[in-house]
């Protein structure tokens, strides 16, 4: 359970709280609280908290105005060539596609709330190429691969991009590129590495950014190099793309119903029957695109981990404060540590920033109140300051935090049950925004019987370990969070545990 980033401790990544200008000034006052609050225990009213003091707690993308209402539920039986089920990106794309592939083919799409609700709605909109979760896990775990992964990965995001023209789906698509950024010595040569590496294995459009170079781009006094993918991943809006293939799919004929959950799926002689609160649907076949929530096919649960990952979002900046940061080109962000934090701009110039602790609830629960961590808000709330001091004063407007359907190998495993009348796509771990239409494709080849280029794949044919059961899984990944820790506060330097994993191909990340 151990991740496949290597990284190390940042400045950009400490919790502690930096001096604020005006601190001296408050005197006794200041002093009086502090001491109460060590007495007491609490939080100091710091600047990063008090910025937090108007933030909504609910998802910045699907709070708003241009939200379409719900569909309603299904109610009695419903008969169709392919049932998709669940309403997010996996299930839309493979509704979508199924209808493009053939126009006559008859779909039906159950989701258990609303489209769009869940994870495909609370990403933080980092588009990728990749179908492997970064070309270095690609290589690691499947060489002789690469080059198609790679490839296919493009060809992917391409066909997104050429997708939204067609059905005029407007939701803030710019292909920016990705800069993962290092905040820590030792970090500069593994980037100065990683770019040697892509080149020498032909993964293109990889530039590496010394201190200088980085900074013109995005100025913080934290980024020490940078790798700037240039051309492999897109910034969008997710809710407005969720919304956006809703519509498409519904101009397609294909039948939607919200607040429909799948609740029992069994086999029937001539097909499929999955149950729902008020009936059921009969179907040829079957694609799951229902991720981190617990599969319909049972056996696959132990294949993944929910965990939940949490994100801030500010107001949108000035001009002299966009100024203070650059930030011209819009590009997305991350940094290099175990625990790491993503950013990016919105379209009306607001900072998105999330990541850093990755939360695992005993017993792989996925529940609305895990949704939100306060704890977690008042320490990214820190970093973001630490990391753009020139940005002090901003204030945040939403809090929010999702489920990641985590799984051992950092990327999608793929497969049927059922004597094939049943397809599955799950375990994207955190990269499913663009794979996902991928894994709508594979799940769309392995239903009508296909061998194609990419069932072909040993990617697509072998399957991820399992993580093992309670109380084994939250001992394991207690112990792996902590390991990555030790390896944040260390030079990155992995114990003995983590290169156990890592021999093992075991994984745990976001």
């Not at 709605?121 to 190429?129: L, W, Y």
Request: aromatic share 10%.
């Amino acid at each position: 359970m151990s991740s496949e980033r290597r990284c190390s401790p940042s400045p950009c990544c400490a919790s502690s709280s930096p001096n604020w200008p005006g601190d001296a000034e408050k005197g006794a006052e200041n002093h009086g609280r502090q001491w109460l609050t060590a007495l007491f225990g609490g939080t100091r009213r710091t600047p990063a908290v008090q910025a937090l003091s108007d933030a909504v707690p609910r998802p910045f993308w699907l709070d708003d105005p241009a939200r379409p209402e719900a569909l309603p539920a299904l109610v009695g039986d419903e008969y169709c060539d392919l049932l998709v089920v669940g309403g997010g990106y996996s299930g839309l794309w493979t509704a979508l596609r199924a209808k493009e592939r053939d126009p006559g083919r008859d779909v039906v799409l159950i989701e258990g709330q609303e489209t769009g609700w869940a994870a495909s709605g609370r990403n933080g909109g980092f588009c990728a190429a990749s179908l492997t979760h970064g070309w270095a896990n690609g290589h690691t775990r499947w060489p002789a691969e690469l080059t198609a992964l790679e490839e296919l990965g493009h060809r992917n995001l391409d066909g997104i991009e050429a997708t939204l023209a067609r059905y005029g789906i407007d939701c803030d698509f710019e292909r920016t590129g990705e800069i993962d950024v290092a905040t820590a010595p030792h970090q500069v040569n593994e980037l100065k590495e990683a770019a040697e590496e892509a080149q020498a294995l032909g993964v293109g459009g990889h530039v590496f950014l010394d201190r200088d170079a980085v900074r013109a781009e995005v100025d913080s006094p934290t980024f020490l190099a940078g790798l700037w993918n240039r051309t492999g991943v897109a910034m969008l809006h997710p809710a407005k793309l969720a919304w956006g293939l809703r519509r498409a799919c519904l101009e397609a004929g294909v039948r939607v119903y919200e607040h429909t959950p799948g609740t029992e799926l069994s086999s029937r002689r001539a097909g499929v029957a999955v149950r729902t609160p008020y009936g059921r649907v009969f179907a040829r076949h079957v694609a799951l695109g229902t991720n981190a929530f617990p599969s319909l096919v049972k056996r696959l649960r132990p294949y993944v981990a929910p965990v939940y990952d949490y994100a801030l979002m500010t107001e949108p900046l000035t001009e002299e404060q966009r100024a203070a940061v650059g930030w011209r080109r819009r590009q997305g962000l991350s940094d290099s540590a175990n625990h790491f934090h993503y950013f990016r701009l919105t379209a009306d110039h607001r900072v998105l920033w999330g990541g850093y602790d990755i939360v695992y609830r005993y017993g792989g629960g996925v529940r609305a109140e895990y949704d939100h961590h306060p704890a977690t808000y008042r320490r990214l709330a820190g970093h973001f300051f630490r990391c753009f001091p020139q940005l002090e004063g901003v204030r945040f407007t939403h809090t929010w935090g999702g489920a990641i359907d985590t799984c051992s190998r950092f990327s999608a495993f793929f497969g049927t049950a059922h004597g094939g009348r049943v397809a599955y796509a799950l375990g994207f771990t955190g990269l499913g925004v663009g794979a996902t239409r991928f894994g709508a494709d594979v799940m769309l080849d392995l239903l009508d019987g296909e061998r194609t280029e990419r069932t072909e794949l040993e990617m697509v044919r072998s399957r991820p370990l399992p993580f093992p059961p309670e109380p084994v899984r939250s001992v394991g990944i207690g112990i792996t969070q902590w390991a990555m820790t030790r390896a944040d506060a260390n030079g990155g330097r992995r114990n003995l545990w983590l290169r156990v994993m890592d021999k093992a191909g075991l994984g745990f990340d976001s």
